[in-house]
């Protein structure tokens, strides 16, 4: 079965109030539906309504989006508003956020790197590259504007392994240019989190990500995300293998990282001031386990790095790390005889 969602952009406000299953917020609304006879049901209804409100639906801006599932191959169904036809995208942007039809967040998470990027290029020259400025004021605008655009909307995200490093690699990075760091100067993460008074990426979205949980736990049984947090299927089953990460099994494993026991979930959210005490308890074994072993790592690969014999050059003598080294050093000295040559 396929799940269709339409996202509709209306600029006025209305004089009337009709009762039509969507989630609206300002001038842009989402209408879910199961089936496509659902949604044209819905947009039918929505158009309706607007009408006698005197509101206009802009067509151009009202996009379709079919999340097939893997029985699926493909969906030929069209939509209409009004006799025109809407367009059906693979993905489109609702309250900042990136819906796809995979429900992937690859494509969201690499335009948060962008919009962080953009803004930390922005602000290098005034700020983070002013050597008037002092690193605690360079990390508190980073912190307040770009490490803000980069974890935007990630209460909800439900995380792989591959989205953590993309999103850690932007974050050191930025943290190398603050600090002044370089590639070649070789300092390890935990020495660069440590000098910026700063955690790791993981860490800052473990802790939005547990807020946010206990404020949808202490939600009303008939509010929306309440609903989705502990929803099931009501027909149907999983098929074995290949399932995409959901999100109970991902707070699941976060609090495991941070000692707290999923059983007492619920016991826990209940009081503010336990919740609190054990998540800022939770965050602080965690980040110490990760800086301790990425030190562990780097130390195991310096140990390895200078273990090594590598290769002699049987021109100078040279000891080279690797093949690969040893053949760019061989390139210098057929270089240096070239040049030789041709001077005399």
Known sequence: MAAYSTFADC??????????????????????????????????????????AGLV??????????????????VTSTFSIA?????????FTYLGSILTEDCDLTNEINYCIKLSAAAFGQ????????HNLTVATKVSVYHAICLSIL??????WTLYRHHVKALEAHHIKCLQSILGVQRWHKVHHAEIWRKAYLECIESWIMQRQLRWLRHVIRMPSYRLPRRLLYGALQQGQRSAGGQKKRFSIHIQET????????????????????????????LTIFHSNYAADAESRHARKHAASTSSSGTTCHVCSRVCASDFGLRSHLRSHTRLTSSTTSSS
């Open 151 to 156: 974890v935007y909307g990630c209460e909800s």
């Open 57 to 74: 639906i802009s067509v151009n801006k009202t996009e379709v989006l079919a999340q097939v599932s893997a029985a699926q191959t493909s």
């Open 123 to 130: 602000l290098s020259q005034r700020v983070f590259l002013n």
């Open 11 to 52: 600029r006025q406000r209305p004089k009337l109030k009709a009762h039509v299953f969507e989630l609206q917020y300002a001038d842009d609304a989402a209408l879910p539906s199961h089936t496509a006879s659902g949604l044209q049901q819905n947009l039918d209804s929505l158009t309706d309504c607007y009408q006698r």
């Open 255 to 282: 609090l495991k990282k941070c000692g707290t026991p999923p059983e007492q979930l619920e016991v826990l959210a209940s009081d503010r001031t336990t919740w609190h005490t054990t998540c800022n308890q939770g």
């Open 83 to 91: 006799g025109s036809i809407l367009n059906n995208v693979h993905q």
